[in-house]
């Protein structure tokens, strides 16, 4: 019954070895340019309002953010297709950083991106809401929170069916909106065209009066303060090169086709809105978005017997950006799990946030990003203006690191690569513009709250190096102890076939420690000596995030597996016992062990299963959450049909 409901709500279980499996999760451009891209494009809803405010009395000088903002959108989008081009297994920001900067680097970009993906999530979702309660009465604002939770709720069920399932949901509003504000912003501009010839000329004007009055320094605070402000616009154009791992092959050039679609597309739409904001003469009217107020005056002449369309049309548009704020939130869903993945194969975070669940999605990952959320929204009281401060550090924060890796990436293989000057000076340009906006943005909004931002992430920070201790540590010792076994390598000369299956069996539960399983084997000798006339070996390779996407690690994970397989098997043939395995590979391990350990039951019908617990000389808390997970759940499981299972310690 409860994989009924279960294959009901999430799904039918796939296949991980079926090569359809592979080519059906796996998004083409277009699809990644929807899901992936989206988190940028929705910074067009309100980054250029940010940066044209921030101009203040002095908006004639917004022609040149409309160039700013279009200049480093494709810098930024043309060095990160080097990122795609270098690593055409996804990681992103965190693997540039990791391989070109070293781990520590790496650990910091991971956890900046992580926070900043809570952050889309939450920012993107209280947006979302308070454009849908600007609609209702005023007594419903006090459940805005328990509305964001249950739409973050119902993102992260979408995402725990399948990342090109979520996408497909939301495919018709962000398709609506991109129609929607590409024919305003044409239209706008076309019927506003004899304007466009003044703006440089005003530009210029304006710009020799305040030089003349106050200097060139004030004209470039101001500048760079509303450049900064407007930074939001550019978050997102790294989700393409952190996901190249999902989409179609080829990787890299879906990767590059995508990310040129997302930077055309989020250009034209910040640029143009600012274009618009100049050409219109838009003032800030209480109660609207600038967005809202430039396509009211954009369509008050829309106007047929009587009819204002404008009224009718302006909601519908501005229903669609509250609708792509939502697709940008799942952007986030799709995106952080997969650094936290990454993450958690470098040890930095838990290894479970590495498996995957039986639709081949990264569960964990997928949770923890709606319950970070959830809680950063009852925190912050979902405030979009708290979260606008927060907001967008971090993400610089790893475009810079990252263009700074692979700036030094070219200098350092300038003899190797043709080509290593141009994509060195794109690089480094890249560096000095995202450089440029984290320093002017953490010193415009740290007071403001920026400094919680770093401090979160800098939680973050100490909780990978924790987590990466404990491991350390648990590696070393084992080694340790897996050097007590290595005289029990042995080759056997004669192997038994002949086997008595209603003789007692001890069957044992191991993983891909060769110590584990050898340690619980001379238990069951010492406790038990002579009783056992056969043992099996249960075995689940576990596919996770990364021998799931890349082949290379898949094909070690088995060979390293049937060496250890093979070296109980001779040990116990040396011994006069016969000995077989049982192996199995799965995203979900319990279920695949389960699958086994009855196959066990049927073939060897006296059989009494042993597993291995790791006993720590400082246990705490967080080797309990690390540790031991498997074997206590198998043991309940055959408990409760009737079975022995026997956990035996294993001192590390």
């Given amino acids: 019954m409860f994989f009924k409901i279960r294959n009901f709500l999430f799904g039918q279980k796939r296949d991980p070895f079926d090569k359809e499996t592979r080519k059906h999760i796996s998004l083409a451009a277009f699809l990644a340019w929807v899901g992936l891209g989206a988190d940028g494009i929705s910074s067009s809803c309100y980054g250029p309002e940010e940066g044209f405010i921030a101009l203040g009395v002095h908006s004639d000088l917004a022609i040149y953010l409309v160039i700013a903002i279009t200049l480093t959108i494709f810098i930024i989008s043309y060095a990160y297709t080097q990122v795609i081009e270098l690593f055409p297994n996804g990681g992103g920001g965190y693997r540039v950083a990791t391989k070109l900067l070293g781990r520590h680097a790496g650990l910091v970009s991971g956890s900046a991106l992580i926070v900043d993906y809570v952050l889309t999530i939450s920012i993107s979702i209280a947006a979302a809401i308070d454009a849908i309660f600007s609609f209702l009465p005023p007594e419903w604002q006090k459940a805005k929170i328990v509305f964001a939770a249950i739409l973050i709720c119902f993102l992260a069920f979408l995402n725990l069916r399948g990342m090109k399932e979520s996408i497909k949901i939301l495919l018709p509003v962000f398709l609506g909106f991109i129609i929607t504000h590409f024919a305003l912003i044409v239209y706008g501009i076309v019927a506003h065209r004899y ?11 304006e710009t020799g009066e305040m030089k003349n009055a106050f200097g060139w320094v004030f004209i470039l605070s101001i500048f760079l303060k509303a450049f900064s402000m407007g930074a939001g616009t550019y978050t997102g154009l790294e989700a393409v090169s952190n996901n190249v791992n999902t989409l179609s092959e080829p990787r890299d050039r879906t990767g590059k086709l995508t990310m040129f679609m997302v930077a055309i597309s989020l250009a034209f739409m910040a ?237 044992i539960i191991v993983d891909q420690t060769f110590g584990s399983g050898m340690n619980c084997l001379l238990e069951i000798k010492k406790l038990f000596p002579g009783i056992f006339k056969n043992f099996i070996f249960v075995m689940v390779g576990e596919v996770d995030f990364n021998n799931f996407r890349e082949e290379k690690r898949w094909r070690e994970m088995r060979s390293k597996t049937k060496m250890i397989l093979r070296k109980y098997k001779n040990y116990c043939n040396a011994n006069g016992r016969f000995a077989k395995a049982y192996v199995g590979y799965d995203a979900d391990i319990v279920e695949k062990m389960t699958q086994l350990t009855n196959r066990v039951v049927r073939d060897y019908p006296n059989t009494v299963f042993f597993g291995t617990k790791f006993i720590f000389d400082n246990e705490n808390i967080f080797t309990q959450i690390l540790f031991n997970h498997i074997p206590y759940i198998m043991q309940r499981r055959l408990h409760v049909q009737g079975q022995n299972m026997v956990i035996l310690p294993m001192k590390i």
């Avoid at 304007?195 to 004007?205: D, E, K, N, S």
């Avoid at 692979?406 to 000057?421: D, F, G, H, S, V």
Wanted: hydrophobic share 50%.
């Fill in 195 to 205: 304007g466009l010839a003044t703006l440089i000329p005003q530009a210029v004007a």
């Fill in 271 to 507: 640029a143009g809105i600012t274009l618009l904001y100049l050409l219109w003469g838009v003032a800030k009217v209480e109660g609207q978005t600038l967005n809202a107020t430039t396509f009211y005056i954009l369509t008050e002449t829309w106007n047929y017997n009587d009819i204002e369309f404008g009224n009718f049309l302006v909601p519908i548009v501005m229903l669609f950006e509250t609708g792509l704020l939502v697709v940008a939130a799942n952007a986030g869903f799709l995106a952080g799990p997969n650094v936290i993945a990454n993450m958690a194969s470098d040890e930095w975070m838990p290894k479970s946030f590495s498996s995957l669940s039986s639709r081949l999605v990264t569960k964990n990952g997928i949770l923890f990003m709606a319950i970070a959320a959830i809680i950063t929204l009852i925190i912050t009281g979902g405030s979009v203006h708290v979260l606008v401060v927060l907001y967008s550090i971090n993400v610089f924060i790893t475009f810079s690191m990252s263009l700074l890796g692979l700036t030094i990436y070219w200098l350092r293989n300038r003899r190797r690569k043709p080509a290593w000057k141009s994509k060195m000076l794109i690089s480094f340009v890249g560096f000095i513009v995202c450089f440029g906006i984290l320093s002017i943005t953490i010193f415009e909004k740290f007071y403001e709250g920026g400094w919680v931002t770093l401090l979160i992430t800098s939680i973050f920070i100490a909780f990978g190096l924790l987590i990466k201790n404990i491991y350390r540590r648990f590696r070393l010792h084992l080694s340790q102890k897996e050097n007590e076994f290595l005289d029990y390598n042995v080759v056997s000369e004669v192997e038994i076939t002949e086997v008595d299956k209603e003789a007692p069996t001890a069957a």
